[in-house]
């Protein structure tokens, strides 16, 4: 009921663990797998060893979410030699990255490509000031990384990961679909602030943060929406998904798979089982067989 | 389909602090007139603002007050001892599982670790506690177990046996004695790999809390990882039957980055 095709992975059902939570290690992974996740997403990884941002890094209230974890991760490299190779798990693993540069785009997605991840997230919205602007901000950047990644990962397929920070989203997507991309992994988290008033500080150490959890759903619909008009490419759609009916929503405004990450949180590791079952109670309930007779159906 | 699960909430809140006590050369606890719901062995977030935000036990608890203690040995922890009665800083928990409170129990506690086990020992009945430290300027709470069944220990001879708390261990589970049925610990990671050690010998439970960089302390980041266990929510206190089938236990540890490293080098890093 819930089987779905994304690319070429042939996936048990459309949740997908969303990059930046849990997935740290080789043996946590086929705990999530086992927990009913479709597939599994690595924390991104760049060139280099870092260590992230001070804490406090992540915190929640009233279905808000913040996190400024600054892109922590023990390097490609230091990747490689934990994990050896990512096709022998119980479960589809999408390997995340992302660079400064382009150059390192290219050397990091060779090396990625090498683990034999099922598929290559492109994390593009790192901000950086080499081109004064942050790649997923920028429809010519967003295809330059896109073509840099393309060429080092053989036959594995890419989905360009993109940001809610933005003016126009449809047009960085479909400048990510014309530099050869495979799917849209749609959002990422949306910039937002909170300040302590007895403090008299923003609680993160990095004063900015990444909003996710339900607060960031609707700006998710609204641009996994967008994009399905715009892109023939399958979209992750991911941001808020808690419930069953989160999935379904976003499924109707275009997505082909679900991501969740946040919800976690919320709902622990059972969370991929708990949104499945939910997914085919309300199916069974308005009598569709299988989800392609109601992705993208808002748009009629 | 349920909604209120929406409404968890993990942020900081700032709380005064309403008295400081010196327990040791560079170790304060700082107490709190609030009533923290948690058990034996969990802890807070403590965050100090433009400073950073990290796990303390719950070191004291009662219906009106709780306190966690703190030893400066670095950038954070020397701006905590900096604090006064009355400043404010903020917190969020109680975080992590709890030790199972068992009688004919022995404690074994190495340096500041007797902090995450001093509200487990208030819950036993007579426990057998073994404590031991560098030296007798690095012992904490020796007034508050006046009247405890305890044997202390220094590396340096300066206070109590000279030697180490597992020699301790070792002697007091030869004959058993005391008809010891389980042992907690918490102190350095070599102390307690030693612990576990000695009572699987000797066939008896132990139950361990360890200490990995953490970041949220309610299980999303993955920074406290050991082999497939969440320190922060998994653990951080862990039974025998499972520090057995955790390989990183005494030997590994990640850093902030992720990335696995002895577990030497990660105390020479945080």
Known sequence: ?300 | MTHHETCRTDIPKMMEISKVVQEGKGQKSFFFNHHMDCKPGQFVMVWLPDVDEKPMAVSYQSKKEFAFTSQSIGKFTNEIDKLKKNSKIGIRGPYGNSFSIKNNACVVAGGVGLSSLSTLIDKLKNPLVIYGARSRQHLIYLKRYKSRNMTVTTDDGSFGKKGFTTDVLRESLKNNKNKIKIVYTCGPEIMMKKVFEICNKHKIQCEASLERYMACGFGICGKCMINDKICCVDGPIFNSQQLRKMHEFGSFARLKSGRKVTIKEYHSVH
């Not at chain 1, 997908?16 to 924390?43: F, M, P, Q």
């Not at chain 1, 150059?103 to 990625?112: I, L, S, T, W, Y």
């Not at chain 1, 004063?207 to 607060?215: D, I, L, M, R």
């Open chain 1, 1 to 300: 009921m819930l089987q779905t095709k994304l690319c070429n992975l042939n996936l048990k059902n459309p949740t997908i663990l969303a990059s930046g939570i849990l997935g740290v290690t080789k043996e946590r992974i086929g705990r999530i797998g086992k927990a009913g996740a479709g597939a599994v997403t690595l924390k991104s990884l760049c060139h280099e060893e870092r260590q992230g941002n001070s804490n406090p890094t992540m915190f929640a209230y009233d279905g808000v979410f913040l996190n400024a974890v600054g892109l922590p991760g023990q390097g490609i490299d230091s990747a490689l030699k934990d994990f050896q190779r990512l096709d022998n798990l119980s479960v589809p693993v999408i390997g995340s990255i992302y660079g400064y540069r382009i150059e390192q785009f290219d050397n990091v997605a060779k090396k990625m490509a090498s683990l034999k991840p099922a598929m290559i997230e492109v994390d593009i919205s790192c901000p950086h000031l080499d081109y004064g602007k942050p790649y997923y901000a920028d429809a010519g950047l967003t295809a330059e990384v896109t073509k840099a990644v393309k060429k080092n990962s053989g036959k594995i397929p890419v989905s360009i990961k993109l940001s809610p920070n933005v003016y126009d989203i449809k047009e960085i997507a479909h400048a990510a679909e014309r530099a050869g991309a495979d799917a849209i992994t749609a959002i990422n988290t949306a910039t937002g602030m909170v300040i302590d008033i007895d403090a008299k500080k923003p609680v993160l150490a990095n004063k900015t943060g990444g909003v996710s959890g339900p607060a960031l759903k609707p700006i998710a619909v609204r641009c996994v929406y967008e994009i399905y008009e715009t892109v023939k490419i399958p979209i992750i759609g991911t941001g808020g998904v808690t419930y069953g009916k989160d999935a379904i929503e976003i499924i109707m405004a275009g997505a082909a798979a679900v991501g969740i990450g946040t919800g976690i949180y919320y709902r622990g590791i059972g969370i991929f089982k708990k949104v499945c079952d939910e997914m085919e109670m309300w199916m069974k309930k308005n009598k569709i067989k299988n989800l392609n007779e109601i992705r993208g159906c808002a748009h009629k």
